[in-house]
């Protein structure tokens, strides 16, 4: 695999397209929602508006997250999960309900500026195994007919976000670039379908991930800021691999005759934590490099309870942490000073749980409790080359108690670990490592995490006569 990656291999127009087009360069954000303790919507709302974010791009289409948009003047792409594409696919009225729940209701009586739907999210990654192959379009298909049916379809296009590796370079020459060849006729179709009803695509193109799958991967090369050894594709010098990406979609679109088809960057970021290239000076390197693009940043804010299976760093996607403090200064569209932190945010007093000083390190039970501690909050930060490598063992089996406790909201019993742990106000902190104090829960999610953490002491000394 050369230095593109198979997956993630690159237009000749496209930079222009990019950088041009748009001479409006309005920046546009992923707000995803899977947190423990999410911000209230209309926060996030605010957040948006104060660091002059235009656009938003979901993942589906809750009710009191559109609400919150009302008026706003934000731009708004919707999304259908996966997991609806079946239902989707199938049925017509489906698909006609969902437009009329998700799309018409909030865009006639509700004034949300809704513009994209967007069918899927990332459907035919490699690693779906053609889960998605036989429904994702025929569910772009019937959403276009509801959208037209709706009287709709001039205002709201369909859209899907793509990973990058749905297109590949045979070289490391954009020029070479197209579909993918397991799923190239289906592309074709769907990309000659977006053209034929003025839709854009999506794409979502991640330089990290290069590098995170690629130890070999040169490392400027995933940066804007210039590579000594750049790509030269027939006189077009290529000094970063997410131009280099963007292109070979260029080529590969000219190539099935829909070379003006309109692109969108649906995801682009940097994490910054999880992983040794993950951290706040790469992250801002990156996020300011591209200089003002049309595209949606990945993401606004990070979310602890994304899944770990791509890697530890899922959960730090954003340029905010969970509570809406900025983690590094970035200058979006015209605002120069910085990021803005969110407003109105209420934290809980400021304690910590940590291991209490006459524990022992070697106690049997330590070993249980962390990992106890750890499966049921988050511990990401934890690990080689992450914010919270610094830290010794009595610290690391701290960061676990307290990102427990403060995950129950401060309980009492949350910071009972059997003989090992102790409630501090001092904060134990140190360097790149924060020891969060959790923001309070919203009323209306009085879900799971506000009930007693079950009877931890009974349910360790349980595990730990089954071991
Ligand atoms: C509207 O979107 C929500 C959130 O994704 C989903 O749960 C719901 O089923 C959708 N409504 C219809 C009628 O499909
Ligand atoms: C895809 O296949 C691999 C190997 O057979 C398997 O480990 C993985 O769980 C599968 N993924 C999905 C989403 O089905
Ligand atoms: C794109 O190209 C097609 C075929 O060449 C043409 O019919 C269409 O009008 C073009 N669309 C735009 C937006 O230029
Ligand atoms: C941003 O820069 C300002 C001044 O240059 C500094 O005071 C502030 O701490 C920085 N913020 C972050 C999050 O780095
Ligand atoms: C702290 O925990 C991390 C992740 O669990 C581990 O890799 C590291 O070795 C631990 N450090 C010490 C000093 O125990
Ligand atoms: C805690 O320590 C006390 C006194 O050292 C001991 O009697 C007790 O059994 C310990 N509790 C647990 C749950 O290990």
Known sequence: MGILGKSYGFEITTILLLFMVNTAHSIGANWGTQASHPLHPSIIVKLLRDNGIQKVKLFDAEARVLNSFSGSGIEVM???????????????????????????????????????????????LS?????????????????????????????????????ADVYQSSTEQPSTGDFRPDIRDLMIEIVNFLSLNGAPFTVNIYPFISLYNDANFPVDFAFFDGYSSPINDQGRIYTNVFDANYDTLVWALQKSGNGNLTI????????????????????????????PVDAYLFGLIDED???????????HWGIFYFDGTPKYNLSLGSNSRGLVPASNVHHLPNRWCVMSSSASTEDPQVALSVSYACDRADCTSLGYGTSCSN?????????????????????????????????????????????????????????????????MVQMLVILWTLL
Request: hydrophobic letters at 35%.
């Open 78 to 124: 919707v999304g259908i999960p996966n997991e609806m594409l079946y239902s989707i696919a199938n049925s017509v009225e489906a698909a006609e309900r969902w437009v009329e729940r998700n799309v018409s209701a909030h865009v006639s009586s509700n004034n949300v500026d809704i513009r994209y739907v967007a069918v899927g999210n990332e459907p035919f």
């Open 264 to 291: 969108i960057v649906g995801e682009m970021g940097w994490p910054t934590d999880g992983d040794r290239n993950a951290n706040v000076a790469l992250a801002q390197r990156f996020n300011q490099g591209p200089g």
């Open 127 to 163: 690693t779906y195994n053609g889960t998605f192959i036989s429904t994702t379009f025929p569910a772009i298909r019937n959403i276009q007919a509801a959208l037209i049916k709706a009287g709709l379809a001039n205002r709201v296009k369909v859209t899907c976000p793509l990973n």
């Open 305 to 315: 309870e994304k899944s770990v299976q791509p890697g530890n760093f899922e959960r």
């Open 391 to 455: 830290l010794d063992a009595r610290g690391n089996i701290s960061y676990a108690f307290n990102s427990y406790y403060q995950e129950y909201n401060q309980l009492e019993t949350a910071c009972q670990f059997p003989n090992l742990s102790v409630i501090t106000t001092t904060d134990p902190s140190i360097g790149s490592c924060r020891f969060n104090v959790m923001i309070q829960p919203a009323n209306s999610r009085s879900g799971g995490y506000l009930l007693e953490p079950v009877k």
